[in-house]
């Protein structure tokens, strides 16, 4: 990687290098595991003159989502969040019947449903031929096709301009940033909105999620980044949100530039955190690649010291961000002998890279093990009250970031 895929500057800093890893949603068959199975550097640099951190477009799009293992119906609290975002949109933007929506990215349908519950024309743009005739088996229009200036146009030549196009946790996701912020910019109507959902880089930084780095992330945004990024394709910031998901993301609502006006004041307190972070200097990245050397060696010290004394760990979910971790910390079935997961795609697969086996839930309440290791930690409040159970055995919950945290849990 020489030059950054925004602004095209060869000014790259090195942030975190991971090492080499396959990509994190290739769940192996049984069948598959005395195959080779590719792997690719996982190395995050910033650019010093857009302040766009980011990953080299070693993996494309096409091979990452023309099947994808990730639905997100099977998460709870992120369908009621879509659902939550859907009934303020609503009222924000007086959506009524004659509106129009569209999601790129729409997955199964978890958002849209909410939308086609209110009686509002909506169409999902999903590139999962999977997912997203999942989605239409639930009543969800959906066209399967990535975002680009084309798509973008024919939707509207179809369709008709959207009212309000969301884009929730894709916009990392894109290597040509500025092509797909073209296509947003095709789909929304001249006096529309654009709300966008993407992880925080500031969080990312201050609570070690490095696992969030993975090759499906090509870029990880600041608001100031992001500013930068929306405007290459005619796009204005207006308001930004805070928000929990993910560890910490932003909701960004921008509209046209020729209609947007003035940014409100919450845009310039989360700049002028950015900036109070060192986020637009080279100082607020050097520490991280220590801190994230900590994590690894942490979690690492847990399970060997659990095995010697004769202790079961097993793992709960099988996500993407998981995959990063396992792979970076060299975690193998000797140390975790298997990890369960709510999708049943994933059932009787195994992770990439580190070969451990995704069993149906109902394992660990079979098993009663010592400790339950948390990938989807961002998902801690939720899966807290859905483990509860273990409790039952004396079990405890691990969480292995922001640092390593040994919960007991009650019913």
């Known amino acids: 990687m020489t030059r950054c895929r925004l602004c095209g500057s060869a000014a790259l800093a090195s942030v975190v290098d991971?090492?080499?890893?396959?990509?994190c949603e290739s769940f192996l068959a049984a069948d598959q595991l005395d195959l080779p199975e590719p792997a690719y550097p996982l190395h995050l640099r910033v650019c010093t003159d857009c302040w766009l951190a980011q990953i080299p477009p070693l993996i494309t799009p096409e091979e990452t989502f023309k099947e994808y293992a990730y639905f997100s119906s099977f998460s709870t609290s992120w369908v009621e969040h879509a659902r939550t975002f859907v009934d303020g949109a609503v009222q924000r933007l007086d959506l009524g019947a004659d509106a129009f929506v569209v999601e790129v990215a729409s997955n199964d349908g978890y958002l849209l449903r909410h939308v086609v519950d209110r009686g509002i024309r909506c169409l999902g743009i999903e590139p999962s031929v999977n997912v997203g005739a999942a989605a239409r088996d639930a009543g969800v229009p959906?066209?399967?096709?990535?975002?680009?200036p084309d798509t973008g146009s024919a939707v509207r030549a179809e369709h008709g301009p959207a009212d309000l196009v969301v884009a929730n946790n894709v916009y990392a996701h894109i290597p040509d940033v500025v092509g797909f912020t073209q296509g947003l910019r095709a789909l929304v109507a001249d006096d529309g909105w654009v709300s966008i959902e993407v992880q925080h880089?500031?969080?990312?930084?201050e609570e070690n999620q490095y696992d969030t780095i993975y090759h499906e992330h090509f870029q990880y945004y600041t608001v100031a980044s992001a500013i930068r990024a929306l405007a290459s394709g005619g796009l204005a910031l207006v308001d930004v949100e805070l928000l929990p998901t993910h560890g910490g993301s932003i909701r960004l609502w921008a509209r046209p530039a020729?209609?947007?006006?003035?940014?409100?004041?919450?845009?310039?307190?989360?700049?002028d955190r950015e900036k109070a972070a060192g986020l637009q200097e080279l100082s607020g990245y050097t520490e991280f690649s220590a801190r994230v050397a900590k994590v690894r060696r942490d979690l690492l010290r847990f399970l060997v010291e659990?095995?010697?004394?004769?202790?079961?760990?097993?793992?709960?979910?099988?996500?993407?961000?998981?995959?990063?971790?396992?792979?970076?910390?060299?975690?193998?079935?000797?140390?975790?002998?298997?990890?369960?997961?709510?999708?049943?795609?994933?059932?009787g697969r195994f992770t990439p890279g580190t070969r451990i086996p995704i069993l149906p839930p109902e394992r660990i309440a079979a098993d009663e093990p010592d400790y339950v290791l948390v990938l989807p930690w961002n998902l801690r409040a939720e899966l807290v009250e859905q483990l509860s159970f273990v409790h039952e055995w004396g079990g405890r919950l691990v969480f292995p970031i922001p640092e390593l945290s040994i919960v007991e849990v009650k019913r």
Do not use: Q
């Open 201 to 205: 880089l500031l969080t990312l930084i």
């Open 142 to 148: 959906t066209l399967t096709e990535f975002l680009s």
């Open 306 to 347: 659990a095995a010697e004394r004769g202790e079961t760990v097993v793992g709960y979910g099988a996500p993407g961000k998981g995959n990063t971790l396992l792979n970076h910390c060299g975690i193998r079935p000797d140390l975790l002998p298997y990890t369960v997961d709510r999708n049943p795609y994933k059932h």
């Open 18 to 23: 991971l090492g080499a890893t396959p990509p």
């Open 258 to 271: 020729e209609v947007a006006g003035e940014p409100t004041r919450r845009v310039a307190d989360v700049l």
